[in-house]
Structures are given as C-alpha cells and as structure tokens.
C-alpha cells in the first residue's frame, strides 16, 4: 500500500484502539471517589504499550518520507478526498470558534463562583482566532486542490497554528487542578504535537521544510487526539479535537502524496553543456 495512504491510515486505527483502551481504563482502572488511576492496571499498561509503539513506529515509518517539492507546491493535492477533509476541517475550526465562546461564559461563570482560578482568556483568545483558521483552511484546501499558491499564502499557512497556542495554555489552566496528571495529559500531550504540525507546515511558506517532522508530528497528534475523546470532553474541545485530526491527516496526505510522485517521475537528467564537454 502507499504510504499517502498507509501512514494516515494507520494513525486512524491507532487513534482508534487508543480510543478503546482509553474507554476501557477509565471504566476499569478509574476511582471516582479519589479521582486516581489503580496502579498496575493492565487496561493503563495496554493504553501506555499501544501509544509508545505508535509513537515508536511512526517514527520509524516517516524516516524514509521525502517531499521535494517546496513552498505551497509541498501541499498541492487535487485529490477530492483531500478537498473533503479541508473542507470539513475549515467548517469544524469555525464551529470551534462558536463554541468556544459558549464555552467562554460556562468558564467566566465558574471564574466569578471561586477563587483562584485564572480568567479565561486563554479560552477567548482561541474562540477569536479559530474563525479566521477556518477560513485559512478553506483556502487553503482550495489553492492547494487548484495546485495555485493562495493569495497571502505565509499568512493562510500560520493562523491555525495561531489559534492552537492559546488553546493549549487554555487547556492546561482548565486541567491544572486535576489531581491526576493521566486525566489530561493524553490531550496535553496531543495539543503540543498538534501545535508542531502546524508550524512545521507553517515552515514551508517561509522556505523552511521540515516534511519528516510535520508528518511524523501530525499524525502522532491523530493518534492522541483520537484517544483523547474517550474522556468524553465537552463539545467544544470534542470539535476542536475534530478540526485538528482533519487537518493534519489532510496535510499529512497532501505531503506523502507529493513525495510520491517526484520519486515516481524523478526529473530528467540534464544535458551536459558545451562547456563541460
């Protein structure tokens, strides 16, 4: 199988076992009373087992990712199944933003009944930079399915991964008092691999490719994301979870596509000039 296909693929079905060991340790391993993960409980080892070799073998698997092509032309793909995944994905970052503004108010009404907790800034920071993220992705997936550099394409490239920096601190205030870090450190953890995603696309507008370390980091953050809805998140960061994966796979298969090609129609051998005859 290709690996356009195969490594997306894969990151899928391991978001998707991640999902199912996640169910099955929060059911068998979880305390409700203390709020703490029983040591040793082969349901935790299961979930721990799957994540290391997923990280372990996506490792292994895009060290032999190559992609030529540089600057917009690394994401050209017209594919329609990659239209459809940034056209949902657009819609998804722009339904996040709704929501994160209904979220916003549950956040500030908790802010004003207790004390010490921080202002959610973090939060309406994210609402506010996830609407202009869904219309980046938008077209963004149009320029790249056309195989035509976007206007303001640097800009386009930068803003999701604009809109993830807040939520990630926004993530880890709202978590910080957990008295598990295994509660949300799947989704921690999966927020920073996101992050470096899409700034490693992002790098590509500044000529600056790192191919191995954008796919490698965008579908190990699938797997996590994936695994992270298991915990049955509000519906805000579930969408916002969702916007990312789409995102990421997307981009993933745009680059592993175009590696593909150039390996399959290397350029031509140049004729020796005159003067080095």
Known sequence: MRKEILLPALAVVGGGAGFALRTWQLSAAFDETTLLFRSGAPS???????????AAGLLLLVLGVKA???GAE?????????????TAAGFLWIAAGLLGFLEMRTQLALW???????????LLLTALLCLPAGAG??????????C?????????????AYALLPWLVAVYQINSRQPALMLFAITMVGVVC?????????????????????IYFSLLAVVLLLTSLADRPGLFTAVMSMACVLLLLAQSWAL??????????????QEPQESDR
């Open 148 to 160: 035509t550099r976007p206007a303001a394409y640097p800009l386009l490239a930068t803003l999701p």
């Open 44 to 54: 935790t080892m299961a979930l721990l087992i799957l994540l290391t070799a997923a």
């Open 74 to 86: 690394a994401f050209f793909c017209p594919e329609t199944g990659y239209m459809t995944l940034m």
């Open 112 to 122: 004003r009944m207790q004390t010490g907790l921080p202002f959610p800034l973090m």
């Open 68 to 70: 030529p092509r540089q």
């Open 194 to 214: 996101a992050e470096l995603g899409l700034y490693m696309a992002a790098c590509f507008a500044f000529d600056r490719p790192k191919p191995r370390l954008c």
């Open 137 to 146: 992705a938008l077209m963004l997936g149009k320029g790249n399915y056309r």
């Open 256 to 269: 592993l596509r175009g590696g593909a090609e150039e390996k399959k129609n290397p350029e031509p051998a």
